[in-house]
């Protein structure tokens, strides 16, 4: 700037000399600009002096809307459910489908009826399972389940649990007297009166405790094996059963009556085992009422939950092991509504393993050694995206939740959503008779086990398959 004492000619010029190069600066482009207010800068700094200056901004792309991608498991590639797309464009949004799904959740009583671990009002904190006999048919009458109680005969027998425990006893007492009851009548009768004063169940529980041991029936081969209190096997001896079904062939020569064979080795009904485990195994369940158990928790939100979360569906699928206990989890996969893989984890069991049950879960001894979690740190982490109005999924779901340890109540089960009248309750389609007649896909067809993403993928495929039945949406 010139000093105040210049001659005011030269201010002049030199206004004018300014002028003209801000007319020379907005006629060049930015590019060609040598002024040294843009010498030596970058393009990322001349970009910033450019919006600085009021330039006119780049054209910019729009960003493309988010596409769910692909999913590889196992080596297999999953694309994303075409359903899901379908019946987004009819629902507008994810929380009104979910809101949709509401619809088929399977209600109370029957989650009780079905073994779904619950917890009655009668016994605040404390959860419960019912299981019935597998002798107690059930019908369904006017869209509900019911139960046919078997009739009573007053004549029957008593019937104690373990029965083979008081005959040895009972076969050990009356030889020890045997000498005494034949020489007399007299003998007979004290023999009568004390017995009579000692029921059968008394001297049953006695023998129990004293023992210390328990029955459990092998759900392969329906065989009674008897464990200590501390978790052992008394019960030493391998279990010869087929792991096949049993079904109903229909052949062109006419027969008595039907004829069925195991898929795994087709022999009859009355063959012998075609596979040997090294003992015997139970589910963890028995018949009747199972309670109070431990270690069941709530799904709850650790967190508060977004509105745009509230509405939610995931499906589930759990892969167990055998131990001493029953059934323990040893993988648990999650799916969203989407196909997307939002939770997978292999898990150890708390008891030492009887039988890993490969053929069926895929699991093996090396996947539970490095990595796996225990059950109550997938918990906290099931807790961190579920909360108590979140939609399960699954085929069967009542067994996944024993495993996983969890109450919760609002469940859809595939299995109960496509019962047909002529398949009643207790007996249920399987998942990949489901998948073949209604999705035409054939899944567990490997020979290493389930794979929980597929199992649970198609069990989310089932229920959008559903939705667009009722809405007689085309799904091909």
């Known amino acids: ?65 988010k596409r769910t991608k692909a999913v590889v498991v196992n080596h297999k590639v999953f694309e994303p459910i075409n359903l899901y797309g379908r019946l987004l464009t009819s629902f507008t949004s994810e929380q009104r489908l979910a809101m949709y799904l509401r619809n088929y959740t399977v209600k109370h009583p029957l989650l009780i009826a079905l073994g779904y671990p619950v917890e009655f009002p009668d016994f605040p904190g404390q959860t419960y399972i019912v299981k019935d006999s597998p002798k107690m ?105 087929h792991w096949g079904k049993l079904q109903r062939v229909i052949t062109p020569v006419k027969h008595n009556g ?50 745009e979360e509230y509405h939610r569906a995931y499906a589930l699928d759990c892969e167990m092991c055998y131990t001493v206990e029953g059934l323990e989890l040893a993988k648990v996969t999650v799916v969203g509504m989407d196909g997307r893989l939002v939770y997978d984890t292999f898990v150890k069991p708390a008891n030492d393993v009887v039988d890993y049950n490969t053929r069926f879960s895929g699991i093996t001894a090396k996947d539970l050694k490095n990595g796996a979690k225990t059950l109550k740190e997938v918990q906290k982490d099931l807790m961190e995206f579920l909360h108590a109005n979140t939609l399960l999924i699954g085929h069967g779901l009542e067994n996944d939740l024993r495993a996983l340890k969890i109450i919760h109540n609002d469940c859809i089960d595939t299995s109960i959503l496509f019962q047909s009248q002529t398949n009643v309750l207790p007996k249920r389609h399987s998942l990949k008779y489901l998948s073949a007649c209604l999705l035409n896909k054939e899944i567990q067809c490997g020979s290493n086990g389930h794979n929980s993403y597929e199992d649970a993928r198609t069990a989310m495929e089932l229920v959008l398959y559903r939705v667009c039945m009722d809405f007689g949406l085309h799904s091909n």
């Open 1 to 65: 700037e010139p000093d105040s004492g210049d001659d005011p000619g030269l201010e002049t010029n030199s206004s004018c000399g300014s002028s003209s190069d801000s007319n020379r600066d907005t006629s060049l482009p930015s590019s060609a600009n040598s002024s040294p207010r843009t010498k030596g800068l970058s393009r990322r700094q001349r970009k910033n002096r450019r919006r600085d200056d009021h330039s006119p901004p780049d054209n910019k792309k729009k960003p493309k809307p």
């Open 258 to 307: 039907p004829l069925y064979q195991y898929m795994c080795c087709q022999g009859s009904s009355t063959s012998p085992g075609c596979t040997t485990g090294r003992c015997h195994v139970w589910n963890g369940v028995k018949s009747g009422f199972n309670g109070p158990l431990e270690g069941f928790v709530y799904i709850h939100s650790r967190k508060p939950v977004p509105l």
């Open 137 to 241: 048919p059930w019908y369904k009458c006017k869209g509900t389940y019911h139960t046919i109680k078997s009739r009573l005969d007053a004549n029957a027998r008593e019937f104690v649990p373990g029965s083979e425990y008081y005959d040895y006893k009972s076969d050990h007492d009356s030889g020890q007297g045997s000498g005494n009851s034949s020489d007399s009548s007299e003998g007979s009768d004290d023999s009568l009166s004390s017995s009579s004063s000692r029921s059968k169940s008394d001297r049953y529980l006695e023998y129990i405790d004293n023992q210390a041991c328990q029955t459990r029936s092998c759900v392969r081969c329906d065989k009674n094996f008897h464990i200590t209190a501390k978790n052992t096997y008394l019960t030493k001896e391998k279990c010869t059963y």
